[in-house]
């Protein structure tokens, strides 16, 4: 692998279709919150088919530190919880890493606790806001600042020494991390915890705790959590679904190219996210999905997608909340398919991990293809990408999978730099793709499709 001060680099040779079985990591967003609940929970819980990435790594670590005893044994997790109140103090400042889920989750938890903690990231997770949870969790009566500035961590929480207010917030953004972080915060409040409006984005967590009895309730714009008896809930046992935001990037460059077909077992089907699958297989797609139960109220299943011709897309509103992380996947695939997209209400995404609209706009426009930035959102005209680039994802791994599937839909050598952070949510990716990439024939010398680490 060739290192530079760009970070790791890919090489990608197109083009290529997709055809054969994907079995995606576990789900890092219900991974996440699992382990919360197991920690919080009275007993020993299992947890099945954690994802390996470095984002995960970060939450098991804060929860060693924070006192709870977690031990693994091949694909389980055996997670000893300590109830609401056993945390304990860590001695040092608990380190997120790139994990905005891990900061803002575990703020909810420590606001109300009776210690001080310290919550630190990396460079790219120090410019991420935290304001959109510090603010409601002081109206709530935790002590927590942000030690940043205009509201960034690192984060400084917990010394809290009474109980949590009720409280009635309206979301400026819907977001899943800031109402879990306050529905978190809820488990300690003296009184219903009320939040508008109610959830259009994944409902990972509200899904959990109604499974584990907590009283949470649904009624028109608003999601109500009630007061958790003392003693809190029992150890539980899960399998984490695979997760379809990484599964996302194969399922619409199999959709946008014609020959492939793809199945994608295990997979999630949280109906938070089943919306970015409802919209791929409404434009244009092949793709049907058959359920298989669930699993501490996670659906799961396999679904099949195969390549056909996708029409036209405008993403606004709801549908944007809903497939706010599978947007770089859906840029790439009507990208490749060279068919419009139009994408609005899209904010959230200049604050990612990177500025998302300006790099996919980047993207797009380095293989070729047009596309042009939004206040809050962007379009990508109706024209395939026509060489092959050199693309720089800047640390983001949504970035830098999308530019794979772009590279993948492009004849030639595509050199995909800044693909390290790909580690951190997905480290199989390379080698998943792999097995599933057949060449594109357009003759007797054409090359093999290729996705490589440049060594």
């Known amino acids: 692998m060739e290192r530079d001060a760009a970070g790791e680099r890919w090489v990608v040779r197109g083009p290529a279709r997709l055809e054969g079985v994907l079995r995606p990591p576990g789900d890092k967003s219900i991974a996440h919150r699992a382990l919360l609940l197991a920690a919080l929970a009275r007993g020993r819980s299992e947890l099945r088919n954690l994802p390996a990435g470095d984002d995960v790594r970060r939450t098991i670590a804060a929860l060693a530190a924070l006192g709870v005893r977690i031990e693994r044994s091949g694909d389980t997790h055996r997670v000893h919880g300590v109830g609401l109140h056993g945390f304990r103090p860590p001695r040092d400042p608990l380190d997120c890493g790139n994990s905005g889920t891990t900061m803002r989750l575990l ?15 990396d460079a790219s997770l120090t410019l991420r806001p935290m304001s959109r949870i ?37 979301l400026a953004v819907d977001s899943a991390q800031v109402r879990s972080a306050l529905l978190f915060a809820g488990l300690y409040a003296a009184g219903p915890t009320c939040l508008q409006p109610a959830s259009a984005s994944r409902d990972h967590t509200e899904r959990m705790l109604h499974a584990l009895g907590v009283q949470i309730t649904r009624a028109g714009e608003r999601t109500v959590l009630y007061p958790t008896r003392p003693e809190g809930w029992s150890a539980f046992a899960i399998d984490i679904p695979g997760d379809l935001s990484s ?107 990177s500025d998302r609209i300006a790099k996919l706009v980047e993207l797009v ?21 026509s060489r092959p680039a050199r693309f720089d994802a800047a640390g983001d791994h949504r970035l830098a999978m999308a530019a794979a599937m772009l590279a993948l839909g492009t004849e030639g050598a595509s050199h995909l730099l800044g693909t390290e952070c790909v580690r951190t949510s997905y480290p199989e990716f390379v080698a998943d793709l792999a097995r599933i990439l057949r060449p594109v024939r357009k003759g007797p010398s054409h090359p093999r499709p290729a996705v490589r680490k440049r060594a």
């Open 247 to 353: 599964a996302a990037f194969h399922v619409a460059f199999a959709a946008a190219t014609p020959g492939s077909d793809l199945r994608v077992e295990g997979v999630g089907l949280n109906p938070g996210r089943g919306r970015y699958l409802a919209l791929v297989a409404e434009h244009g797609a092949a793709l049907r999905t058959v359920g298989a139960g669930d699993s501490l109220g996670e659906p799961r299943g396999t679904l099949r997608v195969v390549g056909g011709r996708l029409r036209p897309l405008h993403l606004a509103g709801r549908d944007t909340v809903q497939c706010i992380d599978e947007i770089p996947a859906l840029a790439a695939a009507w990208a490749v398919a060279g068919v419009p997209l139009r994408v609005r209400d899209a904010g959230e995404l200049r604050v990612k991990e």
């Open 365 to 385: 426009t380095s293989f070729g293809g047009v596309a042009r930035a939004q206040p809050r959102g962007f379009d990508v005209a109706g024209s395939k990408p």
């Open 134 to 170: 510090v603010e409601p969790l002081a109206a709530m009566g935790a002590r927590i600042a942000c030690l940043g500035p205009r509201g960034r961590p690192p984060l400084r929480l917990g010394g809290t020494t009474t109980t949590l207010r009720a409280i009635e917030h309206r």
């Open 107 to 121: 703020a909810g938890l420590l606001a109300p606790q009776p210690f001080e903690t310290l919550l630190v990231g």
